[in-house]
């Protein structure tokens, strides 16, 4: 099944359902469209996301988001609406990536003396 070509858009923002552990919650976003023809019965304009009307079908659209993880997963996959998919990827090199790390928190150490 084809769901599509990249369109790649790099986008920030949370990936809703994000299961990766690591990085600041940043997604790289690529659209795939142009997929199969999704010609079910079913199929009617007004519940179409992503796709691409053509005689009468709808093409089917991917949405995928990559984000640091700690190894590469398939982490979540789902169909959003019909004909359109959603795909979450983990990617453990974009954590080392200036715009996927993690904000350093600074700590300090508080030491209480009696007062006399």
């Not at 994000?18 to 007004?46: F, I, L, M, P, R």
């Not at 789902?78 to 990536?97: A, G, K």
Request: hydrophobic fraction near 30%; proline fraction near 6%.
């Amino acid at each position: 099944m084809d769901l599509g070509r990249s369109r790649p858009k790099p986008r920030g923002g949370n990936a809703p359902n994000q299961k990766a552990a690591g990085g600041n919650g940043a997604v790289y976003v690529q659209e795939w469209s142009h997929g199969d023809t999704c010609d079910h019965d079913d199929v009617a304009e007004s519940v179409i996301k992503g796709g691409n009307i053509v005689q009468g079908s709808v093409e089917r659209s991917t949405t995928v988001r990559f984000s640091c993880g700690k190894t590469w997963e398939l982490v979540d996959i789902n169909e959003d609406s019909t004909c359109h998919y959603v795909m979450d990827v983990s990617v453990p090199e974009l954590c080392q990536h200036p715009l996927f790390k993690a904000p350093v928190i600074k700590t300090q150490v508080v030491k209480c003396l009696p007062v006399n």
